[in-house]
């Protein structure tokens, strides 16, 4: 039986130190996933679609037409198969994500936490079903 592929897991918005964070507890969580940044909406366009998961900045880092990360999540998750999910601390960012199309996230602080891991783990099985 061939090993299942490693998930590919897109950071949207992160700056560097952020970024380097995220990687540390995604692979305590997933083992080796494949990690792909996006800092732009071209960068977006061009990775979501191969990406398990999108991990939403709430305040976007890079080159994009607004530094909302729960507006990007409005306007992609209509149609992007990849579930979106906002990083954010604050409760009533993560209900306003979740109202426009996100899956449920987490913030910083909790980012070790095992509700985190089984959110993480969660997302990435729908995004397989799907």
């Given at each position: 039986?061939?090993?299942?592929?490693?998930?590919?897991?897109?950071?949207?918005?992160?700056?560097?130190p952020d970024q380097m964070m995220l990687k540390s507890?995604?692979?305590?969580?997933?083992?080796?996933?494949?990690?792909?940044k996006a800092h732009s909406i071209a960068?977006?366009?061009?990775h979501l679609p191969g990406a398990d998961l999108a991990l939403v900045n709430r305040v976007?880092?890079?080159?994009?037409?607004?530094?909302s990360g729960i507006g990007l999540?409005?306007?992609?998750?209509g149609t992007s198969k990849t579930p979106l999910m906002l990083i954010s601390n604050f409760?009533?960012?993560?209900?306003?994500?979740?109202?426009?199309?996100?899956?449920?996230?987490?913030?910083?602080?909790a980012?070790?936490?095992?509700?985190?891991?089984e959110r993480i783990r969660n997302a990435i099985a729908s995004a397989t079903r799907a």
């Amino acid at each position: 039986m061939p090993e299942p592929e490693s998930p590919t897991v897109l950071l949207v918005g992160h700056c560097f130190p952020d970024q380097m964070m995220l990687k540390s507890a995604l692979g305590s969580i997933l083992g080796s996933p494949t990690i792909e940044k996006a800092h732009s909406i071209a960068e977006l366009d061009e990775h979501l679609p191969g990406a398990d998961l999108a991990l939403v900045n709430r305040v976007l880092d890079g080159s994009f037409p607004s530094e909302s990360g729960i507006g990007l999540i409005e306007t992609y998750s209509g149609t992007s198969k990849t579930p979106l999910m906002l990083i954010s601390n604050f409760p009533e960012s993560q209900a306003e994500a979740e109202a426009a199309g996100a899956v449920p996230g987490f913030g910083k602080t909790a980012m070790y936490a095992e509700e985190t891991a089984e959110r993480i783990r969660n997302a990435i099985a729908s995004a397989t079903r799907a």
